[in-house]
């Protein structure tokens, strides 16, 4: 009577033993996905944001450049938004994406330059890096 309780139990755990398994081989599948899709969201989002700043410092060492050729150029009111935003820049973590602050700055990098930029009354603008369906040849 043992063996045929053991027949049917292990027949009753069939479902249960494939159900372990399979989560097991899910999830060892799901945690190496899951560092490589990180990881290229992490470049592409890495790469985006070091174009927007470098897009910025581009814009700022311009402005800066015309300030030196002549210092009356801008009104005050303008400067300080250039020191300012060079400022940002420069307190901007690089290195350590995942400091709270990032995007505090960001968003005060974008408002710094439409303050700028209408200060100015230029029409600059970041679209960013133009993708392959946007370049026409």
Same mark, same amino acid.
Request: charged share 30%.
């Given at each position: 009577?043992?063996?045929?309780?053991?027949?049917?139990?292990?027949?009753?755990?069939?479902?249960?033993?494939?159900?372990?398994?399979?989560?097991? #081989? $899910?999830?060892?599948? @799901?945690?190496? &996905? !899951?560092? =490589? #899709? $990180?990881?290229?969201? @992490?470049?592409? &989002? !890495?790469? =985006?944001? $070091?174009?927007?700043? @470098?897009?910025?410092? !581009?814009?700022v060492d311009v402005w800066n450049s015309a300030i030196q050729v002549d210092p009356t150029r801008f009104s005050t009111r303008?400067?300080?938004?250039?020191?300012?935003?060079?400022?940002?820049?420069?307190?901007?973590?690089?290195?350590?994406?995942?400091?709270?602050?990032?995007?505090?700055?960001?968003?005060?990098?974008?408002?710094?330059?439409?303050?700028?930029?209408?200060?100015?009354?230029?029409?600059?603008?970041?679209?960013?890096?133009?993708?392959?369906?946007?370049?026409?040849?």
């Amino acid at each position: 009577m043992d063996s045929a309780d053991d027949i049917f139990d292990s027949s009753l755990n069939l479902e249960e033993t494939h159900y372990q398994e399979g989560y097991k #081989e $899910g999830y060892s599948h @799901g945690i190496a &996905t !899951g560092k =490589e #899709e $990180g990881r290229e969201v @992490g470049l592409k &989002t !890495g790469f =985006e944001t $070091g174009e927007e700043l @470098g897009f910025y410092k !581009g814009c700022v060492d311009v402005w800066n450049s015309a300030i030196q050729v002549d210092p009356t150029r801008f009104s005050t009111r303008v400067r300080k938004n250039i020191n300012q935003m060079q400022e940002l820049i420069q307190k901007y973590p690089v290195m350590d994406p995942e400091n709270e602050s990032v995007q505090d700055i960001m968003e005060d990098l974008r408002l710094r330059f439409r303050v700028i930029r209408a200060a100015l009354g230029v029409k600059l603008e970041y679209n960013g890096y133009p993708k392959p369906k946007d370049i026409e040849f």
